[in-house]
Protein backbone atom coordinates (compact mmCIF):
# COMPACT_ATOMS: atom_id res chain seq x y z
CA UNK A 1 0.00 0.00 0.00
CA UNK A 2 1.64 3.67 -0.84
CA UNK A 3 2.11 5.75 1.75
CA UNK A 4 -0.67 9.13 1.73
CA UNK A 5 1.23 12.09 0.36
CA UNK A 6 1.88 14.39 2.88
CA UNK A 7 0.41 17.85 1.78
CA UNK A 8 2.39 20.25 -0.29
CA UNK A 9 1.02 23.36 1.07
CA UNK A 10 3.54 25.44 3.09
CA UNK A 11 2.62 25.95 6.79
CA UNK A 12 2.28 29.40 8.17
CA UNK A 13 -0.65 30.66 5.22
CA UNK A 14 -2.59 33.34 6.55
CA UNK A 15 -6.23 33.54 6.01
CA UNK A 16 -7.05 35.72 2.53
CA UNK A 17 -10.80 34.50 2.05
CA UNK A 18 -12.51 37.66 4.26
CA UNK A 19 -10.83 40.11 2.50
CA UNK A 20 -10.76 38.71 -0.81
CA UNK A 21 -15.06 38.69 0.34
CA UNK A 22 -14.90 42.81 0.84
CA UNK A 23 -12.60 43.39 -1.95
CA UNK A 24 -15.35 41.46 -4.56
CA UNK A 25 -18.05 43.29 -2.58
CA UNK A 26 -16.20 47.04 -3.11
CA UNK A 27 -15.07 46.06 -6.58
CA UNK A 28 -18.90 44.91 -7.09
CA UNK A 29 -20.31 48.73 -5.41
CA UNK A 30 -17.86 50.75 -7.72
CA UNK A 31 -18.78 49.25 -10.72
CA UNK A 32 -22.50 49.65 -9.90
CA UNK A 33 -21.66 53.07 -9.60
CA UNK A 34 -19.73 53.32 -12.84
CA UNK A 35 -22.17 51.86 -15.00
CA UNK A 36 -24.95 53.87 -13.67
CA UNK A 37 -23.27 57.19 -14.24
CA UNK A 38 -23.37 57.40 -10.48
CA UNK A 39 -19.47 58.13 -11.08
CA UNK A 40 -19.62 59.52 -14.41
CA UNK A 41 -16.55 59.33 -17.31
CA UNK A 42 -13.83 61.31 -16.36
CA UNK A 43 -14.38 61.87 -13.06
CA UNK A 44 -11.20 62.12 -10.12
CA UNK A 45 -12.08 60.69 -7.22
CA UNK A 46 -9.10 60.64 -4.20
CA UNK A 47 -8.54 57.26 -2.48
CA UNK A 48 -8.86 58.56 0.75
CA UNK A 49 -12.09 60.52 0.20
CA UNK A 50 -13.68 57.23 -1.41
CA UNK A 51 -12.68 54.99 1.82
CA UNK A 52 -14.23 56.80 3.71
CA UNK A 53 -17.60 57.12 1.99
CA UNK A 54 -17.62 53.92 1.62
CA UNK A 55 -16.57 53.02 5.18
CA UNK A 56 -13.45 50.41 4.09
CA UNK A 57 -9.92 50.57 4.94
CA UNK A 58 -7.64 51.83 1.67
CA UNK A 59 -6.26 48.20 0.91
CA UNK A 60 -9.71 46.89 -0.08
CA UNK A 61 -10.29 49.60 -2.08
CA UNK A 62 -6.67 49.52 -3.82
CA UNK A 63 -7.69 46.16 -4.89
CA UNK A 64 -10.90 46.70 -6.30
CA UNK A 65 -8.79 49.44 -8.23
CA UNK A 66 -7.06 46.88 -10.04
CA UNK A 67 -10.07 44.56 -10.99
CA UNK A 68 -12.18 47.10 -12.48
CA UNK A 69 -8.46 48.62 -14.45
CA UNK A 70 -8.58 45.50 -15.78
CA UNK A 71 -11.82 45.27 -16.75
CA UNK A 72 -11.19 48.21 -18.28
CA UNK A 73 -13.34 51.08 -16.36
CA UNK A 74 -10.68 53.40 -14.78
CA UNK A 75 -7.39 54.08 -14.46
CA UNK A 76 -5.33 55.01 -11.25
CA UNK A 77 -2.75 57.80 -11.32
CA UNK A 78 -0.60 59.36 -8.41
CA UNK A 79 0.91 56.46 -7.41
CA UNK A 80 -3.05 54.97 -6.75
CA UNK A 81 -3.85 57.44 -4.70
CA UNK A 82 -6.14 58.68 -6.89
CA UNK A 83 -9.03 56.88 -9.73
CA UNK A 84 -10.19 58.16 -12.95
CA UNK A 85 -13.72 56.66 -14.77
CA UNK A 86 -12.29 56.32 -18.22
CA UNK A 87 -14.00 57.49 -21.21
CA UNK A 88 -14.21 55.73 -23.79
CA UNK A 89 -13.18 57.14 -27.33
CA UNK A 90 -15.90 55.83 -29.96
CA UNK A 91 -13.21 53.97 -31.47
CA UNK A 92 -12.32 52.40 -28.21
CA UNK A 93 -15.82 51.56 -27.96
CA UNK A 94 -16.48 49.89 -31.78
CA UNK A 95 -13.73 47.83 -30.92
CA UNK A 96 -15.42 46.74 -27.65
CA UNK A 97 -18.18 45.91 -30.25
CA UNK A 98 -16.03 44.31 -32.65
CA UNK A 99 -15.57 42.02 -29.88
CA UNK A 100 -19.14 41.49 -28.71
CA UNK A 101 -20.16 40.63 -32.23
CA UNK A 102 -18.48 37.00 -31.36
CA UNK A 103 -19.71 37.17 -27.55
CA UNK A 104 -23.03 38.09 -28.21
CA UNK A 105 -23.59 35.22 -30.76
CA UNK A 106 -22.01 32.73 -29.27
CA UNK A 107 -24.03 33.55 -25.92
CA UNK A 108 -27.44 33.64 -28.06
CA UNK A 109 -26.68 30.17 -29.62
CA UNK A 110 -25.73 28.30 -25.99
CA UNK A 111 -28.42 29.35 -24.68
CA UNK A 112 -31.22 29.09 -27.23
CA UNK A 113 -29.46 25.50 -27.55
CA UNK A 114 -29.03 24.95 -23.74
CA UNK A 115 -33.24 25.84 -23.36
CA UNK A 116 -33.61 28.74 -21.32
CA UNK A 117 -35.21 28.62 -17.90
CA UNK A 118 -38.38 30.34 -17.29
CA UNK A 119 -36.91 32.40 -14.39
CA UNK A 120 -34.54 33.20 -17.54
CA UNK A 121 -37.42 33.74 -20.06
CA UNK A 122 -39.36 36.41 -17.26
CA UNK A 123 -35.77 38.17 -16.76
CA UNK A 124 -34.98 38.95 -20.27
CA UNK A 125 -38.04 39.78 -21.17
CA UNK A 126 -38.91 42.07 -18.19
CA UNK A 127 -35.80 43.80 -19.59
CA UNK A 128 -37.58 44.24 -22.98
CA UNK A 129 -40.49 45.34 -22.21
CA UNK A 130 -38.30 47.88 -19.31
CA UNK A 131 -36.58 49.00 -22.90
CA UNK A 132 -39.86 49.45 -24.89
CA UNK A 133 -41.67 51.50 -22.51
CA UNK A 134 -38.46 53.72 -21.98
CA UNK A 135 -38.44 54.57 -25.36
CA UNK A 136 -41.20 57.24 -25.65
CA UNK A 137 -40.48 59.32 -24.00
CA UNK A 138 -37.02 57.95 -24.09
CA UNK A 139 -35.46 57.76 -20.12
CA UNK A 140 -31.89 56.88 -21.08
CA UNK A 141 -31.58 55.54 -17.31
CA UNK A 142 -34.03 53.08 -17.54
CA UNK A 143 -33.19 52.01 -20.91
CA UNK A 144 -29.56 51.79 -20.34
CA UNK A 145 -30.04 49.36 -17.54
CA UNK A 146 -32.69 47.63 -19.02
CA UNK A 147 -30.76 47.32 -22.23
CA UNK A 148 -27.68 46.02 -20.33
CA UNK A 149 -29.35 43.45 -18.51
CA UNK A 150 -31.22 41.96 -21.66
CA UNK A 151 -27.60 41.51 -23.39
CA UNK A 152 -25.53 40.46 -20.05
CA UNK A 153 -28.02 38.07 -18.90
CA UNK A 154 -27.97 35.97 -22.31
CA UNK A 155 -24.46 35.80 -21.40
CA UNK A 156 -25.10 34.92 -18.11
CA UNK A 157 -27.62 32.47 -18.55
CA UNK A 158 -26.08 30.40 -21.52
CA UNK A 159 -24.10 27.84 -19.41
CA UNK A 160 -20.79 28.64 -20.71
CA UNK A 161 -18.67 29.72 -17.10
CA UNK A 162 -15.91 30.92 -19.64
CA UNK A 163 -18.02 33.57 -20.33
CA UNK A 164 -18.78 35.29 -17.18
CA UNK A 165 -15.74 37.65 -17.40
CA UNK A 166 -17.19 38.97 -20.18
CA UNK A 167 -20.04 40.66 -18.84
CA UNK A 168 -18.55 44.05 -17.63
CA UNK A 169 -17.43 43.84 -21.01
CA UNK A 170 -21.29 43.90 -22.48
CA UNK A 171 -22.01 46.26 -19.90
CA UNK A 172 -19.41 48.74 -20.28
CA UNK A 173 -20.41 49.17 -23.70
CA UNK A 174 -23.91 48.99 -23.37
CA UNK A 175 -23.59 51.75 -21.24
CA UNK A 176 -21.09 53.69 -23.35
CA UNK A 177 -23.52 53.29 -26.10
CA UNK A 178 -26.38 54.64 -24.04
CA UNK A 179 -24.75 57.60 -23.13
CA UNK A 180 -24.23 58.45 -26.85
CA UNK A 181 -27.78 58.29 -27.50
CA UNK A 182 -28.56 60.68 -24.43
CA UNK A 183 -26.36 63.24 -26.19
CA UNK A 184 -28.69 62.53 -29.09
CA UNK A 185 -31.02 63.06 -27.20
CA UNK A 186 -30.52 65.90 -24.75
CA UNK A 187 -32.86 68.92 -25.62
CA UNK A 188 -29.76 71.53 -24.83
CA UNK A 189 -27.17 69.56 -27.15
CA UNK A 190 -26.18 70.98 -30.59
CA UNK A 191 -26.48 67.27 -31.59
CA UNK A 192 -29.80 66.64 -30.74
CA UNK A 193 -31.97 64.43 -32.81
CA UNK A 194 -34.88 62.99 -31.61
CA UNK A 195 -35.77 61.66 -34.90
CA UNK A 196 -32.82 59.56 -35.60
CA UNK A 197 -32.95 58.74 -31.65
CA UNK A 198 -36.55 57.07 -31.85
CA UNK A 199 -35.09 55.61 -35.19
CA UNK A 200 -32.14 53.88 -33.97
CA UNK A 201 -34.63 52.83 -30.49
CA UNK A 202 -37.22 51.16 -32.37
CA UNK A 203 -35.07 49.41 -34.84
CA UNK A 204 -33.05 47.94 -31.26
CA UNK A 205 -36.34 46.83 -30.29
CA UNK A 206 -37.04 45.06 -33.49
CA UNK A 207 -33.67 42.92 -33.05
CA UNK A 208 -34.09 42.33 -29.21
CA UNK A 209 -37.35 40.87 -29.88
CA UNK A 210 -35.83 38.66 -32.90
CA UNK A 211 -33.48 36.98 -30.67
CA UNK A 212 -35.28 36.75 -27.28
CA UNK A 213 -38.11 34.78 -29.92
CA UNK A 214 -35.36 32.68 -31.11
CA UNK A 215 -33.73 31.89 -28.07
CA UNK A 216 -37.35 30.59 -26.51
CA UNK A 217 -37.73 28.69 -29.87
CA UNK A 218 -34.26 26.92 -29.12
CA UNK A 219 -33.08 27.85 -32.40
CA UNK A 220 -29.83 28.28 -32.27
CA UNK A 221 -28.13 28.82 -35.10
CA UNK A 222 -30.73 31.60 -36.23
CA UNK A 223 -30.51 33.34 -32.35
CA UNK A 224 -26.33 33.16 -33.47
CA UNK A 225 -27.26 35.25 -36.66
CA UNK A 226 -29.61 37.15 -35.37
CA UNK A 227 -27.49 38.78 -32.36
CA UNK A 228 -24.46 39.13 -34.66
CA UNK A 229 -26.26 41.06 -36.92
CA UNK A 230 -27.77 43.26 -34.31
CA UNK A 231 -24.10 43.93 -33.43
CA UNK A 232 -22.97 44.58 -37.07
CA UNK A 233 -26.42 47.01 -37.50
CA UNK A 234 -24.84 49.01 -34.24
CA UNK A 235 -21.51 49.30 -35.29
CA UNK A 236 -22.55 50.56 -38.83
CA UNK A 237 -25.35 52.97 -37.25
CA UNK A 238 -24.73 56.92 -36.36
CA UNK A 239 -24.04 56.04 -32.65
CA UNK A 240 -20.64 54.94 -33.81
CA UNK A 241 -19.57 57.42 -36.13
CA UNK A 242 -16.68 60.18 -34.85
CA UNK A 243 -18.74 63.20 -33.90
Not at 78 to 82: A, E, M, S, V
Not at 171 to 193: G, I, K, N, V
Given at each position: MSPVPKSALPTGLSPTLKRT???????????????????????LIRQVE???????????????????????LVRTS?????MEVVRLSVDEIKQLYEVREV???????????????QQVIDELGQALDQMDRSMDPYDPTVFGSA?????????????????????????????????????????????????????????ASHDHRQIFELIVNGDGRGAEI??????????RSELLQSS
Open positions: RLVDEVADRLRELILTDVLPPGILAEQLGVSRTPLRESFRVLESEGNGNNTIDGLAARLLAERGATHARFHGGICEACGNQRMQSYRSLIRLSSQSLTRRLRAMSAADSPAADHSRVQSALVEAARRHIRRTL
